[in-house]
C-alpha cells in the first residue's frame, strides 16, 4: 500500500507556470507507475499524463502535451507535474495516483488503486 499527498496548487495567471509534488509514503515507490489528474467543477474526472515506474517512459494526454512534464526522484519518492503556458481550462484539482506494476502502458484509469486528496489549481484569465 502507498500512501499519496499532492502539494504546489495555487493561483496562478494564464500563461504562467505552476509546479505539482507527489510525495509517496508506505510501500516500494519504485513499484508503481504514477499518474496524474484533474478534476473540474461539474466535469468528469480528466487523465493527464503518467510516468513509468523506471521514470523513462511518459504518456500525456492530447490536451496538456507540450505543456506538462512529469519527472519521478525515486530516491525522494517524489514525482513532479511541471505544467507552462497554463490556461483557464487547466483549472481543477489535480491529483496524483499509483498503479502497481501493469503489463500495458499506459496503465488504465481502473489501474490505479491509490490516490491523494488532490490539490488546488486556480488559472485567472
Known amino acids: 500500500q502507498v500512501q499519496l499527498q499532492e502539494s504546489g496548487g495555487g493561483l496562478v495567471p494564464a500563461g504562467g507556470s505552476l509546479r505539482l509534488s507527489c510525495a509517496a509514503s508506505?510501500?516500494?515507490?519504485?513499484?508503481?507507475?504514477i499518474g496524474w489528474f484533474r478534476q473540474a467543477p461539474g466535469k468528469d474526472r480528466e487523465f493527464v499524463g503518467v510516468?513509468?515506474?523506471?521514470?523513462?517512459?511518459?504518456y500525456y494526454a492530447r490536451s496538456v502535451r507540450g505543456r506538462c512534464t512529469i519527472s519521478r526522484d525515486n530516491a525522494k519518492n517524489t514525482v513532479l507535474l511541471q505544467m507552462n503556458s497554463l490556461k483557464p481550462e487547466d483549472a481543477a484539482v489535480y491529483y496524483c495516483?499509483?498503479?502497481?506494476?501493469?503489463?500495458?502502458?499506459?496503465?488504465?484509469?481502473?489501474?490505479?488503486?491509490?490516490w491523494g486528496q488532490g490539490t488546488q489549481v486556480t488559472v485567472s484569465s
Open positions: 508506505g510501500d516500494t515507490f519504485t513499484q508503481y507507475q
Open positions: 495516483a499509483a498503479a502497481y506494476y501493469t503489463a500495458n502502458w499506459p496503465p488504465l484509469d481502473g489501474q490505479y488503486d491509490y
Open positions: 510516468i513509468r515506474w523506471t521514470g523513462d517512459s511518459t
